[in-house]
């Protein structure tokens, strides 16, 4: 009685480069969308500024915001202590339009397998 011998080839799969670099923008952009709705709910919350976690997350943020810092003719509405940031607002619109026209640019140079 003979047995045959099969060779099986194991395949581990994981995602394509292109849905890696689609992965990877969509973490980024994830951090920094993050970052300036925190800004937003401190700013309007009247956050302590002097506390060193308000202050960083300000920081940071701020860098994200400084690119759309005079798009409108107001960058803050005040009532009382809260600030409604306008500008963190249009740059969080903004850095939603960057992400999805880079999104859309990983897509189109995405290989799939036939």
């Known amino acids: 009685m003979a047995i045959e011998e ?3 080839k194991v395949e581990t799969t994981g995602p394509s ?9 969509l973490f980024a952009f ?3 969308q ?8 401190l700013l309007v919350l009247d956050a302590r500024e002097a506390n060193g ?5 300000l920081n940071v943020s ?3 915001v400084a690119p759309f810092d005079g798009i409108l003719h ?6 009382g202590g809260s600030i409604l940031d306008i500008a963190a607002v249009v740059a969080l619109v903004g850095w939603t339009i ?11 140079f995405r290989r799939e397998p036939a």
């Open 6 to 8: 099969q060779d099986v």
């Open 17 to 25: 480069n292109g849905e890696f670099a689609r992965r990877i923008a």
């Open 30 to 32: 994830g951090i920094v």
């Open 34 to 41: 993050g970052l300036i709705a925190l800004r937003i709910v």
């Open 53 to 57: 976690l308000v202050a960083g997350i």
């Open 62 to 64: 701020q860098v994200f």
């Open 74 to 79: 107001t960058n803050a509405l005040h009532a």
């Open 98 to 108: 960057v992400e999805l026209l880079v999104v859309a640019a990983i897509g189109i």
